[in-house]
Nanobody
Framework: QVQLLESGGGLVQAGGSLRLSCAAS????????VGWFRQAPGKERDFVAA???????DYADSVKGRFTISRDNAKNTVYLRMDSLKPDDTATYYC???????????????WGQGTQVTVSS
């Protein structure tokens, strides 16, 4: 079993930055592919970014060039650095994980509870 805990959300002005963390406990996180997703009120959950066990990343078009996903396996943590934030980035952000060599997965085994990001204009 793996427990995921997101942190780092908050209120920021447009153009600002935040760094989200996804801390894992319970198993060897280095073998897990990890994804970040977000869900705004009244909307579906959308893919944001993902990283595989080798550190190869992929991003949604809407965040390319602004967001950076990275991992520190020694700390069992995956980060999402978000720069040049826009009001449209306002959402609850979730991390998800699954043991896999892939970058993006159709399904993830484990999900965190989410952290709220609010970007004011």
């Amino acid at each position: 079993q793996v427990q995921l805990l997101e942190s780092g959300g908050g209120l920021v002005q447009a153009g600002g930055s935040l760094r989200l963390s996804c801390a894992a406990s319970g198993r060897t996180f280095s073998r897990f592919a990890v994804g970040w997703f977000r869900q705004a009120p009244g909307k579906e959950r959308d893919f944001v970014a993902a990283i595989n066990v080798n550190g190869v990343a992929d991003y949604a078009d809407s965040v390319k060039g602004r967001f950076t996903i990275s991992r520190d396996n020694a700390k069992n943590t995956v980060y999402l650095r978000m720069d040049s934030l826009k009001p449209d980035d306002t959402a609850t952000y979730y991390c998800a994980a699954k043991p896999s060599q892939a970058i993006i997965l159709p399904l993830y085994d484990y999900w965190g509870q989410g952290t709220q990001v609010t970007v004011s204009s």
